[in-house]
Structure formats: C-alpha cells, structure tokens
C-alpha cells in the first residue's frame, strides 16, 4: 500500500469487532508487544461492552478496508468541575505507513470527539527515548514533564484498620 491510497478515519463501535482484533494486531506489531495483545485477548463480550461504553474511544485508520493505524482513549469525568479530559492510552501506525501524518488524522478525529463531548483536554504520555512520538505530541500540544508511578495492586486491608463513612 502506498500513502496516495485513501484514508478512512472512523470511530469503531460494537459492530466493528473485527476491526477491533485487527487493531490489536497493530498494537502489538507497532509497540513490539505481540504477546501483550495476543497471548490472552479479551473476549468478544467483552471488546463489545467496552466498544458499547460512554467513556472508551476507538478511532481507526484503514487503507482499502485494511487497519493501519488507531488509537484508543479514555475519557475521564471530573468531579471538581463539570466537564472531562480525554487520556490517549494507545495510539500506533503499523511502520510501513509511518510518516504519512495518519497519527496526526487521528488526534484531529479524537479533537472533534473531546470538542462534542465538552472535554476541555486531551493528554498523552511518551516513554523517554520514544522520539518520533515526542516530536508528534510537541507538534501538536504542550509538554508537561511528569512523573509516572505504578502502584501495584495487592490486598493490604489486614495490615490496616478502615472504617467505612
């Protein structure tokens, strides 16, 4: 496929399950994590409930009916205010269409999704060393240098007295 093929930029829903397996199969080319999103893929029930939920977005991008590209956010509602952020959580273009400026589609398409949901931002993280995203994200918003923690999950509740409100 060349970039002179045409683009089609589209929201997937619960009726696009096969494109949803598709664009996992992208994923995990793209972040060279094949078994992340092969080895234990969520059910096809389960893809449709997220696919059906108010705060997950999928957008795709094919070339001749093919995925090449997506992303996959969140949107989170806040509580302080009423109104929303949208978190891009992946975002990936399958390398033979890379530099055709189909990330850049996406976040346009995610822009008009956050803009009809009253969102007031989009956010994104980039690993350090990932420079073709950092330049991507730089383009296109304002950087925050940010630090990032992972808390594991683990049931500490022995080890700690809770009363309930």
């Known amino acids: 496929m060349t970039s002179s093929e045409p683009l089609n930029i589209c929201q997937l829903s619960a009726k696009d ?3 949803m397996e598709e664009l996992l199969a992208v994923f995990g ?17 389960y893809l449709k409930r997220l696919l059906s939920s108010d705060y997950f977005i999928v957008i795709a991008a094919l070339k ?7 992303l996959a956010a969140y949107e989170l509602q806040k509580f302080e205010q009423e109104r929303s952020e949208i978190y891009i959580y992946d975002l990936a273009v399958a390398a033979e269409h890379r530099r055709e400026g189909i990330a850049t589609a996406l976040i346009q ?3 008009k999704i956050a803009i009809a949901r009253s969102a007031y931002v989009i956010f994104v993280q980039a690993d350090i060393g990932d420079d073709p995203a950092i330049a991507l994200y730089t383009k296109l918003g304002e950087r925050e240098d940010v630090l ?12 700690l007295e809770v009363m309930d409100c």
């Not at 078994?35 to 096809?44: M, N």
């Not at 992972?150 to 022995?158: G, H």
């Open 17 to 19: 399950l096969a494109l």
């Open 109 to 111: 398409e995610l822009k």
């Open 29 to 45: 080319e793209a972040f060279d994590e094949v078994a992340t999103y092969s080895s234990s893929r969520p059910s096809g029930a």
């Open 64 to 70: 001749n009916g093919t995925i090449v590209g997506g």
């Open 148 to 159: 990032h923690f992972d808390i594991a999950v683990e049931d500490n509740s022995d080890r």
